[in-house]
């Protein structure tokens, strides 16, 4: 393998036929001005040949379920590893995707709950236990007099298919009635079930009425109903009520059943573990006119944390796995390393905790251990977004990958910003070539080489004006980046300020981690607000008072983060929220449409001598309709 990735004649986009080697098993920054064709020579050159190589070298069966990219324009490339990109981009718009699931702890979590979790009633709070066949006699001989019952044995549980051989063999073994979905139905007679739904199927062991002297018939039907289960259904017909007894896991005071114990029984994404009322959630739903902004209103019954209660009511020192989700990257860890447990236990986690842990520090490292691990995807900046699917990759463990990243700095505050780096140093450190797309100068300071794109914008740019260490770039007259980083160039900084027009003042904002703040922020002038990632700014400005005063201005259902009240709303009369989502819904779209222009454009050319003779309208230099388009 090459020492060098070496690009020959690449003429992407703005590109002019440059030439260029770059280290290998390096951190590279790439630099220049917006424009300069900084992202057309790492994402649209080297990272699409990479990935197109990749591709080319799967069968034919594979490469069907993946995007398959086009050649770049360029003469050759060698050297080229298999190439990974992490761009900034909205993670997912999903609602049920969170940290927790797009990193992959809260599998673990799953299983760590699965195995050393402690099941206690969710009406009671005692332990729960495995059920004796004796104890469930008892509890059933316990109802009241003359109660009518009837004892089920269940053998299909929320599984699909027909299961016409299961309700034979019940016929052939003497059963004449099950409860299939609800309904009582003869097993003698034609049952038709839908082959792609789920189905719960209980055979119906004995229908009797509790009076004393009932005690050996209740046993017989006990006992025959756990030869075919696990579980037992006592139905009280009069109260229309199901008591469930499991010779696993039951409460030994009032009687509450659970489950078989396992991963999916944590998942908010099956029907075993999603709470009912929001079906896993968290949240009451979201209508079209929130779509932008969600508005989450927790979940009356689960209270946000997704989970039926059966799940919610399992834990590991006094935190049930939704409650676990809820603290943040560092109290995780901080949990996780302070955890005891006894030697069965410990024997049976070590190796499960070691991976969340793993994962967490991770997190952490690359600057977001002020997330909560339940924090939907879609809330994430683009930026947080980028930072997860880096620490995923740094977990992952892999060498000899190039890879390439947009920007990853932007919106860091500068103590942050080491962080970062540092973990980008660790990449390289494995064994892999790191190229970053990079305006930030403490990046560009920590490279090991350095490509400084340019001169210009557009057709002024396309060229290397400058390539090499920092001492080198600095040392080029040619480079705009080295004027700045020689201290030649500055931004200027202005001498007078403009006095502010009037204030809009934030009182008592509570929202997150605020604490009852109150800020006063001027108008008619440049303001900016900073600090530190997680420090409260976005929570501020967009959960409390944009929404405030979209919900003022605009008759918004959009509620606005908990503040006690806004003072000199009566100087706004407009508000815009700009974000980092992209502009274009569709492939057609181009900023001359998205920003109207397009329309004038068309406008003029259906104006000329030539169009009028041939009756051309504007939209005949539409590529959006039929006889304009080609």
């Known amino acids: 393998m090459l020492d060098y990735i070496s690009v020959k004649g690449a003429r992407v986009h703005n590109l002019k036929n440059i030439d260029i080697k770059i280290p290998r098993d390096r951190l590279i920054v ?61 993670t997912t718009k999903n609602p049920r995707s969170t940290i927790g699931t797009i990193t992959e702890i809260y599998d673990y979590l799953r299983v760590l709950y699965t195995r050393i979790g402690i099941p206690q009633c969710y009406n009671c709070g005692s332990s729960i236990a495995a059920q ?27 599984r699909k298919g027909e299961y016409k051989k299961e309700l034979t063999e019940a016929t052939k073994k003497g059963f004449v009635r099950a409860r299939i979905d609800g309904e009582i139905v003869d097993l003698t007679g034609e049952i038709h079930l839908e082959k792609r739904k789920r ?155 070691k991976e969340i842990k793993e994962r967490l520090l991770f997190l952490n490292r690359v600057g977001l251990g002020y997330l909560n691990l339940d924090r939907p995807a879609f809330s994430l900046s683009g930026g947080e977004g980028q930072r997860i699917r880096l620490a995923t990759q740094i977990g992952s463990s892999l060498t000899g990958v190039l890879y390439i990243l947009d920007e990853p700095s932007i919106g860091l505050h500068p103590r942050d910003c080491g962080k970062l780096l540092d973990s980008l140093c660790s990449l390289r450190e494995m064994g892999n070539t790191v190229i970053v797309v990079e305006h930030d100068e403490e990046t560009i300071k920590r490279a090991d080489y350095i490509v400084d794109m340019g001169p210009g914008a557009g057709v002024k740019g396309g060229y290397v004006v400058a390539e090499g260490s920092l001492r080198e770039i600095q040392a080029n007259k040619q480079s705009l980046t080295g004027s700045y980083l020689r201290g030649v160039l500055s931004i200027p900084i202005p001498e007078k300020r403009k006095k502010p027009r009037g204030y809009i003042t934030i009182l ?108 051309y309208s504007p939209g005949r230099f539409s590529f959006n309709v039929v006889g304009g388009r080609c």
């Open 199 to 353: 189905h719960n199927i209980e055979i119906v062991i004995d229908r009797l009425i509790i009076k004393p002297g009932i005690d050996r018939r209740v046993s017989d039907a006990i006992e025959l109903a756990l030869k075919h289960s696990e579980l037992v259904i006592v139905n009280i017909v009069d109260e229309k009520r199901d008591i469930l007894f499991s010779r696993r896991l039951a409460c030994p005071k009032c009687g509450v059943s659970y489950p078989e114990i396992n991963p999916r029984f944590f998942s908010f994404n099956s029907q075993y573990g999603a709470c009912p009322k929001c079906n896993g959630l968290g949240f009451e739903g979201i209508s079209e006119v929130e779509e932008e902004f969600p508005m989450l209103r927790p979940c009356p019954a689960c209270g946000g944390l997704r989970l039926r209660k059966e799940a919610l009511s399992i834990r590991i020192n006094k935190l049930n796995i939704g409650e676990f989700s809820r603290l943040s990257i560092k109290e995780a860890i901080t949990f996780c390393e302070g955890l005891r447990l006894k030697e069965r236990e410990a024997l049976v986690a070590r190796r499960i905790l």
């Open 132 to 158: 004796g066949m004796q104890q469930i006699i008892e509890t059933v001989m316990a109802l009241p007099s003359s109660s009518r019952i009837q004892i089920l044995s269940p053998i299909v549980i929320g």
């Open 508 to 615: 008592g904002a509570q929202e997150f981690n605020l604490k009852n703040i109150n800020v006063k922020i001027p108008l008619g002038i440049f303001t900016c607000i900073t600090g530190v990632s997680g420090s409260g700014k976005s929570t501020l400005i967009f959960e409390i008072l944009y929404k405030a005063l979209v919900r003022r201005l605009y008759s918004s259902r959009l509620i606005p983060g908990k503040h006690r009240g806004i003072a000199g709303i009566e100087n706004i009369d407009k508000v815009i929220h700009i974000d980092q989502s992209p502009i274009g819904r569709t492939p057609r779209s181009n900023p001359a449409t998205y920003a109207g222009i397009f329309a004038f454009i068309r406008e003029l050319y259906s104006q000329l001598p030539d169009s009028r003779v041939r009756g």
């Open 30 to 90: 790439i630099t220049g001005p917006s424009g300069s064709g900084k992202s057309s020579l790492a994402f649209d050159t080297i990272y699409a040949e990479g990935q197109r190589r990749y591709v080319e070298s799967l069968s034919a069966y594979a490469r069907q379920f993946l995007e398959q990219l086009q050649k770049p324009d360029v003469d050759s490339i060698e050297g080229l590893s298999p190439s990974i990109a992490i761009e900034q981009k909205t």
